[in-house]
């Protein structure tokens, strides 16, 4: 057994369960009980109190905007720069499987930073596609064997290759890992493009914080040119800023738990500590981080996670439905099955606000997709048997939901684009229009994926399922030379 296997078996809390506190499990059983609660009260009152499913779901969702907007309203005025007097190395790890079509284009933009990376490895998990022609023609680099790791690029001297047979994005990762000896690692999927100032603001992030276990940077999804594909960016980009500001408001608690694998930084060392990813779970980096935190509980150690608004990065995004419900069904089966594992943490003193505050929110979102599933359908429920004294309130408190949601949707993209420093400029009108009409639409099929995340997470049915690639080979097509 590896160094690597040794750790994981001894800080996983899918192999090495806790004790659950009391209190995490009156949390956990309380959330399931308030919700059949609420539900009764439909056969059981007249008037608004009959969506008392509904009111709940508006209320809570209104109460964490209300958080994020405290929080976040810090960006309004510039952050301090943060100082170093040491420079960490930083090295990439690539992680792709069947990524031909994107990969030369994610290395390029690697190679085209400002602050170019100490080493990029390519971590190739068992592709099929034309990934070795590539690799061949574009870098001069001849294929290792299986399991091995290539020489360096004789054109590009900081790129090596590691072939690995196919065994998932978690242990391709892991076996990259052991394969650098950087300070700091930057695990990029292979359809994410960096912006050029991304890999030095991540450098002196860490630098600057002793203290910083891992950092994620903030998103832009791109999806293919086709209708639906411009549907789906249109409500994924408004989507991607308001999760990002309540990262960064969860941050300030010292709450963070979810960073984009996408675009994620590291301390090697701390992962390799923890025993790296877990290949068992749909969402490694998110199981991650909540392996660090503990390992920082156990030992008073005081590690951070943060969100860098300074470090941009383009990466593709599902755009038709089915790969849309795909994806998220994997990311909700993902949060599942690791709030399941950790759920010790759970309204546990011991870590800090991430456990009095984070854990209990994460408890009730758990149950936040049925209760809006349940709301809506009631509301169909109501109008469909002519209960229009019960129909016309619920409409009004829609109505009024919809006000605070764009209100605190038009605020967050000056904050946004202040924090970032993202050119890009929303369109107000069209900011709008996604306001009124993501209740009906958008938020209802984020719903239904979450439905059948919680369908993956029961029946143990952890597939990844096939994904397509549209928006970033559309966009940005690299021909190997």
């Known amino acids: 057994m590896s160094s690597l296997d040794t750790a994981f078996a001894a800080y996983s809390p899918r192999l090495n369960p806790r004790p659950v506190p009391l209190i995490s499990r009156l949390i956990s059983a309380s959330v399931v009980i308030f919700l059949l609660l609420l539900f009764a009260q439909a056969f059981i009152r007249q008037g608004l109190g009959a969506w008392a499913t509904g009111v709940v779901y508006v209320l809570y969702d209104t109460a964490l905007l209300i958080f994020t907007f405290w929080q976040v309203r810090i960006l309004a005025r510039p952050l301090p720069e943060p100082s170093a007097t040491s420079r960490p190395s930083l090295g990439v790890i690539v992680a792709a499987h069947n990524e031909a079509q994107v990969l030369a284009v994610t290395i390029d933009t690697l190679l085209a930073s400002n602050d170019p990376p100490d080493a990029i490895l390519l971590a190739d998990d068992g592709s099929t596609d034309d990934s070795r022609r590539v690799m061949m023609q574009r870098y001069g680099l001849l294929p290792p064997e299986i399991g091995m790791l290539s020489p360096p690029s004789p054109d590009v001297p900081i790129l090596r290759w590691l072939r690995l047979p196919h065994g998932g994005k978690a242990r391709a990762l892991n076996a990259a890992l052991t394969q650098i000896d950087t300070d700091i690692v930057l695990t990029v999927d292979a359809d994410t493009l960096l912006e050029p100032q991304s890999l030095g603001a991540m450098r002196r992030a860490f630098a600057a914080e002793p203290a910083l276990v891992a950092a994620t940077g903030v998103l832009n999804p791109i999806c293919d040119h086709s209708r639906s594909g411009r549907f789906f960016q249109w409500f994924q980009a408004y989507e991607y800023v308001r999760n990002f500001l309540s990262r960064f408001a969860w941050e300030r608690l010292n709450g963070l738990l979810l960073i984009s ?38 030992r008073s150690l005081g590690w951070h996670v943060r969100v860098i608004g300074e470090v941009r990065a383009s990466t593709d995004a599902p755009g038709t439905l089915g790969a849309f419900l795909r994806q998220r069904r994997r990311w909700f089966g993902g949060f599942l099955q690791t709030q399941h594992w950790n ?17 209990p929110v994460k408890a009730l979102d758990t149950l936040q997709p049925i209760y ?3 709301a809506f359908a009631l509301l169909l429920f109501f109008l469909a048997t002519g209960r229009t004294h019960i129909a016309g309130p619920i409409l009004m408190v829609i109505f009024a939901k919809i006000l605070i949601d764009l209100s605190f949707h038009l605020w967050s993209l000056r904050i946004y684009r202040r924090w970032t420093g993202a050119r890009e400029k929303a369109s107000t009108p069209l900011a709008v229009l996604a306001s009124l009409i993501e209740p009906f639409s958008f938020q209802l099929i984020r719903h239904s994926a979450a439905a059948w995340g919680w369908w993956t997470f029961l029946t143990g049915r952890s597939s990844w399922g096939r994904q397509t690639r549209g928006g970033i080979h559309a966009r940005q097509q690299v021909p190997a030379e």
């Open 372 to 374: 809006g599933l349940t």
């Open 261 to 298: 694998g996408a675009c994620a930084g590291f301390r090697r060392q701390a992962v390799l500590d923890v025993g790296g990813f877990d290949p068992e779970c749909l969402v490694e980096d998110y199981e991650l981080i909540h392996r660090l935190h503990r390992y920082s509980a156990d």
């Open 343 to 359: 759920r010790d943490m759970v309204g546990n003193g011991r870590f800090g606000l991430l456990g009095t505050a984070m854990l």
